[in-house]
Antibody
Framework: EVQLVESGGGLVQPGGSLRLSCAAS????????MDWVRQAPGKGLEWVGR??????????EYAASVKGRFTISRDDSKSSLYLQMNSLKTEDTAVYYC??????????????WGQGTPVTVSS | DIQLTQSPSFLSPSVGDRVTITCRAS??????LAWYQQKPGKAPKLLIY???TLQSGVPSRFSGSGSGTEFTLTISSLQPEDFATYYC?????????FGQGTRLEIK
């Protein structure tokens, strides 16, 4: 059974940093692209970024709203995904989900999601 | 960025109704579109990918169609467990974007 379990969320002051983790199990983690998606309170879904697999050089993509402040990384030996968030702003307040990408018809869709971890940026 | 516009934003159907949700893309995305269902306090769940392919385990009353810039999600006979918010998503190009959501509430 595929499981994605996020951790590391909490309350942080504006300008602060936080590192989120996502522990994966039930699939060959190293084979898959992984993504982060967030959802502000009462709002819709916003894609944060992606890290590709080793075969694709562990390269990353980011939303413009987080580029230069957030860094996505992975440790295939631990089947874990990370989101390092720096220079946090109040508008980064959201539930953060990790998602496993599924390759189909030359594109990647999110077939499994974690339960989410809440991040609140406030003074 | 590719903008996705869902309509309607809110719907209040009855159990047994046929429901159609539309997603329009600001530029052509071929069939690089997915639909997700989200219930309050839960993570989204993949329903349809590649515009019309039903994800494993998803009931056959859900179906998707479309290509290019206009897509639809249809629920053929609404069940009580289908009251949720539905999002479309494009994966044609970065940044990956979602529609604003369509909320189904019990009439």
């Amino acid at each position: 059974e595929v499981q994605l379990v996020e951790s590391g969320g909490g309350l942080v002051q504006p300008g602060g940093s936080l590192r989120l983790s996502c522990a994966a199990s039930g699939f060959t983690f190293s084979d898959h692209y992984m993504d982060w998606v967030r959802q502000a309170p009462g709002k819709g879904l916003e894609w944060v970024g992606r890290v590709r697999n080793k075969a694709n050089g562990y390269t990353t993509e980011y939303a413009a709203s987080v580029k230069g402040r957030f860094t996505i990384s992975r440790d295939d030996s631990k089947s874990s995904l990370y989101l390092q968030m720096n220079s946090l702003k109040t508008e980064d307040t959201a539930v953060y989900y990790c998602a496993k990408s599924y390759y189909a018809t030359t594109a990647y869709f999110f077939d499994y999601w974690g339960q989410g971890t809440p991040v609140t940026v406030s003074s | 960025d590719i903008q996705l516009t869902q309509s309607p934003s809110f719907l209040s159907p009855s159990v047994g109704d046929r429901v159609t949700i539309t997603c329009r893309a600001s530029q052509g995305i071929n069939s690089y579109l997915a639909w997700y269902q989200q219930k309050p306090g839960k993570a989204p769940k993949l329903l349809i990918y590649a515009a019309s392919t039903l994800q494993s385990g998803v009931p056959s009353r859900f179906s998707g169609s479309g290509s290019g810039t206009e897509f639809t999600l249809t629920i053929s006979s609404l069940q009580p467990e289908d009251f949720a918010t539905y999002y479309c998503q494009q994966v044609r190009s970065y940044p990956i974007t979602f529609g604003q959501g369509t909320r189904l509430e019990i009439k």
